[in-house]
């Protein structure tokens, strides 16, 4: 289980990734505001899954 501080620095990562200027505080609140739908893709499946933004891909790519 992921810790609301390393939660909120994902968030923080990939708002900076689009290039929006989010804050501690106003994370969460930013996220939301421009992450409508998050899905998970595996194989040719794709599925909404409203934290798939706590997916590490690394981990998941050396597992299979």
Do not use: P
């Amino acid at each position: 289980m992921r810790s609301d501080n390393d939660k909120i620095k994902t968030k923080l990562d990939i708002l900076s990734s689009m290039g929006i200027d989010a804050n501690r505080t106003n994370a969460s609140e930013m996220f939301n505001q421009y992450i409508k739908k998050q899905f998970v893709i595996e194989g040719v499946e794709a599925s909404e899954n409203k934290e798939a933004y706590l997916i590490d891909i690394k981990k998941r790519a050396s597992c299979c």
